[in-house]
């Protein structure tokens, strides 16, 4: 099973970098007015939906990789994790 993840070496910092983008897309969505310039607002509400999937199922692959890395604490897969539990305690504690 390990030979699977190892073929694809780059596939935890894909899904790191997407979990980043994905946060950041929320909590600085939180923090800006982003209807202030309309084509800003259109493009915040575009990529809504797609962030918001990203949100909840980017934690669930992660923790499939992860469990077949036989749970490493210094995967890129945890802070994958960690990071988009950090985005969304964030969303429901500022909502």
């Not at 918001?52 to 980017?58: A, C, G, Y």
């Not at 669930?60 to 539990?85: A, C, M, N, P, R």
Request: charged letters at 15%; a positive charge; hydrophobic letters at 55%.
């Amino acid at each position: 099973m390990n030979k699977e993840i190892n073929k694809q070496p780059n596939l935890s910092k894909i899904i790191f970098f997407i979990s980043i983008e994905v946060s950041l897309f929320w909590i600085l969505g939180g923090l800006i007015n982003v209807y202030h310039f309309t084509i800003v607002g259109v493009f915040y509400e575009i990529l809504a939906l797609p962030n918001l999937i990203l949100l909840f199922t980017l934690p669930l692959i992660s923790l499939f990789f992860l469990s077949k890395e036989k749970k490493k604490l210094h995967s890129l897969f945890f802070y994958s994790i960690l990071l988009l539990t950090i985005a969304i305690l964030k969303i429901l504690i500022t909502q």
